[in-house]
């Protein structure tokens, strides 16, 4: 009803001494509109003046509602502080895409809740969040554009071409860029770059927009020497001065590329099993150790 009330205010409204009428229903009537406005705030979400970048899960639980006997995430708790650099590993059909998908807010938790900056997701303006949120997938969407209009795709401010370039150099992407025949001007095209190089412009588009939680889900596809590098590199970069710092999210499939993370939280059957460094993880000789020495045993035996 409110909204219905909000489509009409543009042309159906009217101020007479301070207050608002509104027709609506074909009869003129008094709306006291700060009561509007609140409705709305609470509905629409929040805003806050700035994101800082902490995220909790707190207690997640969830199943996706096509399979409601099959918990995906159970009682999943992780802090994560402003600026650090989180890796989730785990095996296959373990959870970790499905906490990005609720970080995003295309599912609701059945259980628990998330909560950024403290506030809960459910509460804040879910389009506002999202904005500052840059989510590079496994497989990223590049459009049929030249380079330099991939990676400013989406970008609000003013971009310059040093501007793309700083950012394509961030995510290791320079380098091949400049090797096209065209640099930064070359036509994207369905076969024209492997799945790690488009994962790299996804990623300099990401940086450009300089979002204050970043979420990287490394490419399955390009399980190579070339994505290793992607991801340790971003890794590295991210880690710099130069840059703002931001909370990273890394859903990483190669254990080498994340040994640098700060803390690494491993998945298992829906469930938070181990959680720690890379150090204190292979300390503890649990699962993260076993697929780590797994991983080294099949690079060292291929
Ligand atoms: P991978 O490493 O293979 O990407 P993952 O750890 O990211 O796996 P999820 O993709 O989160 O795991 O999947 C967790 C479980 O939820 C799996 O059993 C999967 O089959 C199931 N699942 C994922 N998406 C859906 C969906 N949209 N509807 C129903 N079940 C789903």
Not at 47 to 59: A, E
Not at 252 to 279: C, F, K, P
Request: charged fraction near 25%; aromatic fraction near 6%; hydrophobic fraction near 40%.
């Amino acid at each position: 009803k409110v909204f219905q009330l909000m489509d009409l205010m543009p042309s159906n409204q009217f101020i007479s001494k301070g207050k608002h009428f509104m027709i609506f229903n074909g009869s003129c009537k008094y709306v006291d509109l700060r009561k509007i406005i609140l409705v709305v705030h609470v509905l629409v979400g929040k805003k806050l003046q700035r994101l800082m970048g902490r995220i909790d899960f707190v207690n997640v639980s969830f199943h996706y509602s096509s399979r409601p006997t099959a918990p995906v995430l159970q009682n999943v708790s992780i802090a994560v502080t402003p600026g650090e650099v989180v890796a989730i590993v785990g095996l296959s059909g373990s959870g970790k895409s499905t906490l990005v998908n609720l970080l995003l807010r295309l599912y609701e938790p059945t259980n628990g809740q998330i909560l950024i900056d403290g506030f809960p997701l459910k509460e804040l303006d879910i389009k506002w969040v999202r904005e500052r949120i840059g989510f590079v997938g496994q497989e990223p969407k590049l459009f049929r554009m030249d380079i330099s209009s991939n990676i400013k795709y989406g970008c609000t401010r003013d971009i310059k071409q040093e501007d793309i370039e700083w950012a394509a150099k961030q995510a290791y992407a320079h380098d091949f860029i400049s090797s096209l025949p065209n640099g930064y001007g070359t036509l994207v095209d369905d076969d024209l770059l492997s799945g790690g190089q488009k994962q790299r412009i996804a990623i300099a588009r990401a940086i450009l927009r300089d979002p204050n939680i970043l979420i990287l889900d490394e490419a399955t596809s390009a399980l190579d020497a070339e994505s290793e590098h992607n991801v340790k590199g971003v890794l590295r970069a991210l880690r710099s001065d130069t840059m703002t710092k931001r909370t990273v999210l890394v859903i990483a499939h190669r254990l080498s590329t994340i040994q640098a993370a700060d803390r690494i939280v491993v998945m298992g059957g829906g469930r938070v099993i181990e959680m720690g460094s890379h150090r204190d993880l292979v300390r503890e000789e649990g699962l993260y150790a076993r697929l780590n020495r797994r991983q080294a045993d099949a690079v060292a035996g291929s």
